[in-house]
Each structure stands twice: as structure tokens, then as C-alpha cells.
């Protein structure tokens, strides 16, 4: 079981830039594949971005060419970065741990969930 603590969400203007973090807890964080998720009002959870334990990644065509994800195994830390950011990026975001194959854009997909973080995107 990997337990996940989102931050770093907020109000930006359109433009803007942010950094989610997401600290992961438990000693399979360097093993599992880890994505990024989001949920806007009235909508589904969509896939943002995904990142397997050995580096490789693969993004939504929404995000593509704006977001990184990456990752730190020695601080068990997943990271979104996300730049020129749009209002269509407000939302809800959400790390996730433990996809069951590779690449998983599924959110049935993956075992582990953290509690969210706010991104709120202004024009």
C-alpha cells in the first residue's frame, strides 16, 4: 500500500506556471509506475500524464509540449510540472500509484490515490 499527499495546487493567470508534488509513502514507490490525473466540475477524471519506474513517460495530447512529469526516488516524490497553462487546465488533480500495466491511462488502472490538489487556471 503506497500512501500519497498532493500540494502545490493553486490560482495562477493563464500563462502561469505551477509545480504539484506529490509525496508518496511505503518502500515500492521506486518500482511503480505513477501517473497524473484530473477532474473538472461536471466531468470525468481524465489522464494527464504517466511515468513508469523506469523513467519512461507518456501524456495526454492536451498537456503534451506543456507538462513534465517526473520523478524522485530518493525523496519518493512524484512531480507535475505545468507550463502555459490554460483555464481549460482547472481542475482537480490527482497523483496516482501502482499501474497494472504500461502504459496505463485508465484510472481503474491504478491501485493507490492521493486527496487532490486545486489548480485553478484564470483568463
Known amino acids: 500500500q503506497v500512501q500519497l499527499v498532493e500540494s502545490g495546487g493553486g490560482l495562477v493567470q493563464a500563462g502561469g506556471s505551477l509545480r504539484l508534488s506529490c509525496a508518496a509513502s511505503g518502500r515500492t514507490f521506486s518500482t511503480s509506475d505513477m501517473g497524473w490525473f484530473r477532474q473538472a466540475p461536471g466531468k470525468e477524471r481524465e489522464f494527464v500524464a504517466a511515468i513508469r519506474w523506469t523513467g519512461s513517460t507518456i501524456y495526454s495530447d492536451s498537456v503534451k509540449g506543456r507538462f513534465t512529469i517526473s520523478r524522485s526516488n530518493a525523496k519518493n516524490t512524484l512531480y507535475l510540472q505545468m507550463n502555459s497553462l490554460k483555464p481549460e487546465d482547472t481542475a482537480v488533480y490527482y497523483c496516482?500509484?501502482?499501474?497494472?500495466?504500461?502504459?496505463?491511462?485508465?484510472?481503474?488502472?491504478?491501485?493507490?490515490w492521493g486527496q487532490g490538489t486545486q489548480v485553478t487556471v484564470s483568463s
Open positions: 496516482a500509484a501502482g499501474g497494472t500495466s504500461w502504459p496505463m491511462i485508465q484510472s481503474k488502472g491504478y491501485a493507490n
